[in-house]
């Protein structure tokens, strides 16, 4: 009960925010054009079949230190078909002020990221990028805003959403673990 009120508190807060989210969503991930932190495409067909972690991060965050996780989950199952996404936003309290250059070199020097980082965009509100429009409106996601950086989107290999977790489950916890490899 109180996660859900609480859920409505920050819904709101962000529709003064940031307005109101876009109606809909893309059909699906591959209907979806994803820039890499650098610019350049990231092909859907690179993540076609593959188990997909998307997760909004931020370099000013407490929850920044969550990045090592990632890493290793990357490395951990990445021989297996899985892969995780990085989506700077800076919604949350300006904790991701940075230029693309910037943000790169951060999570490359800090952290060793080497996963893939799309452009940074808004996951909330008038602007809310079509992928957090997807991620959001499916089942999984509930349509509920995101509530703060690094919470996660677990997409199966058949392209469906399977799971998210709340910013602060640890990327290496038990149920996302579990549902990474029930994903593999």
Same mark, same amino acid.
């Given at each position: 009960?109180?996660?859900?009120?609480?859920?409505?508190?920050?819904?709101?807060?962000?529709?003064?925010?940031?307005?109101?989210?876009? %109606?809909?969503?893309?059909?699906?991930?591959?209907?979806?054009?994803?820039?890499?932190?650098?610019?350049?495409?990231?092909?859907?067909?690179?993540?076609?079949?593959?188990?997909?972690?998307?997760?909004?991060?931020?370099?000013?965050?407490?929850?920044?230190?969550?990045?090592?996780?990632?890493?290793? +989950?990357?490395?951990?199952?990445? %021989?297996?078909?899985?892969?995780?996404?990085?989506?700077?936003?800076?919604?949350? +309290?300006?904790?991701?002020?940075?230029?693309?250059?910037?943000?790169? &070199?951060?999570?490359?020097?800090?952290?060793?990221?080497?996963?893939?980082?799309? %452009?940074?965009?808004?996951?909330?509100?008038?602007?809310?990028?079509?992928?957090?429009?997807?991620?959001?409106?499916?089942?999984?996601?509930?349509?509920?805003?995101?509530?703060?950086?690094?919470?996660?989107?677990?997409?199966?290999?058949?392209?469906?959403?399977?799971?998210?977790?709340?910013?602060? &489950?640890?990327?290496?916890?038990?149920?996302?673990?579990?549902?990474? %490899?029930?994903?593999?």
């Amino acid at each position: 009960m109180l996660d859900k009120l609480k859920g409505a508190v920050m819904s709101a807060a962000n529709r003064v925010v940031y307005g109101k989210a876009p %109606e809909g969503s893309p059909p699906n991930l591959e209907a979806i054009p994803l820039r890499r932190l650098d610019g350049t495409d990231l092909p859907a067909e690179e993540l076609k079949g593959k188990v997909v972690l998307f997760v909004n991060v931020a370099s000013r965050c407490g929850l920044t230190p969550q990045y090592g996780a990632l890493v290793d +989950l990357y490395h951990r199952f990445h %021989e297996r078909g899985f892969v995780v996404v990085g989506a700077p936003c800076n919604q949350f +309290l300006g904790q991701e002020p940075g230029s693309a250059t910037e943000i790169a &070199t951060f999570c490359a020097t800090k952290y060793g990221v080497d996963f893939p980082l799309l %452009e940074k965009q808004d996951v909330n509100g008038s602007g809310r990028s079509p992928l957090y429009q997807w991620l959001i409106g499916s089942p999984a996601g509930k349509g509920d805003d995101i509530s703060w950086n690094f919470e996660k989107f677990l997409v199966g290999r058949d392209g469906t959403v399977r799971a998210r977790f709340a910013p602060a &489950t640890k990327p290496d916890a038990p149920e996302v673990i579990a549902a990474i %490899e029930a994903s593999l």
